[in-house]
C-alpha cells in the first residue's frame, strides 16, 4: 500500500490499510489511522496525528512549522480526526506555545485545493472550505461552518456554528452562529435559512433565530441590549442559546 518511491521515516505509525502514494513524505513522529489515503507528492512532518478514513489528495504539506518568528521549534501538534477530505495543496501547520500547542481539525470536514490553516487553529465538524479559504493563527471555526472561496479569517477571530461567510470576504471581528456574510470588510446578510433547513432545523426553530437576529442587528439596541433580549429568546427557543453563549465568549466583538 505504500508506493517504492514514497519515504516513510521507520518510526512513523501507520495502520496496515494506509495508502500512500509516489514520493510522498512521511516524518518520524508521525501517526496515521486505518483506511486513510495519502496521495502523490504529500508531505506529512512534526507531531502529526491523523485519523480513520482520511483523503489527503496531492501536494498537500501538513504538520510544517508556524509562520510565525516566535516559534523556536517546540515540538507542538497537529491532529486531524475522521472521514475527513483534504484536496491538492493544502497547507496546515503545527501549534505554538503561545496557545494550546495544537492546531486541531475534526471530524467529516469537505477541505477543498490551497486552504491554509494556521498554528493553534481550532475546526470542528461538518465544515467546508471552498478553494484558497485562509484561517490566520489561533482562529476557532464551530461545526458546520461554510467558507467561501478566497475567504480570510483574522487571528484570533471565532466564527459560530452553521455560519455562512462568502466569497472574497474579509473576516475581522467574531462570526455569531447562524450568520451569513460577505463583503470586504464582511457585513452581516441575515442568517443561513437553506443551510439550517438542510441540517434539520423545523421552521418554528429558523423563525426563532430570524428573530434573534433582527434584535442583533436591526434593532438598534446596543450589544448588551440584544444580548439581553436573547436570553428572554433563548428560554422560549433553545436553539437561540448558542448566541447567547457566542456573545459571552467573544473576544474581538462580533461582525456587526
Known sequence: ????????????????????????????????????????????????????????????????????????????ALEIGNDNTIREFCTFNIGTTDDVGVTRLGDHNWIMAYVHLAHDCQVGNHTTFANNATLAGHVRVDDWVILGGFVGVHQFVQVGAHSFLGISAVVTQDVPPYVMLAGHPAAPHGINSEGLRRRGFSAEDVTAIKRAYRKLYRSGLSLEQAREELVLLARESSCVQPMVDFLDRSTRGIVR
Open 1 to 76: 500500500m505504500i508506493h517504492q518511491t514514497a519515504l516513510v521515516h521507520p518510526k512513523a505509525e501507520l495502520a496496515s490499510d494506509v495508502t500512500v502514494g509516489a514520493y510522498s513524505i512521511i516524518g518520524e513522529q508521525v501517526r496515521v489511522g486505518p483506511g486513510t489515503v495519502i496521495g502523490d507528492h504529500v508531505t506529512i512532518s512534526g507531531r502529526t496525528t491523523i485519523g480513520a478514513r482520511n483523503h489527503i489528495h496531492g501536494f498537500c504539506s501538513l504538520g510544517g512549522i508556524p509562520q510565525d518568528k516566535k516559534y523556536h521549534g517546540e515540538n507542538t
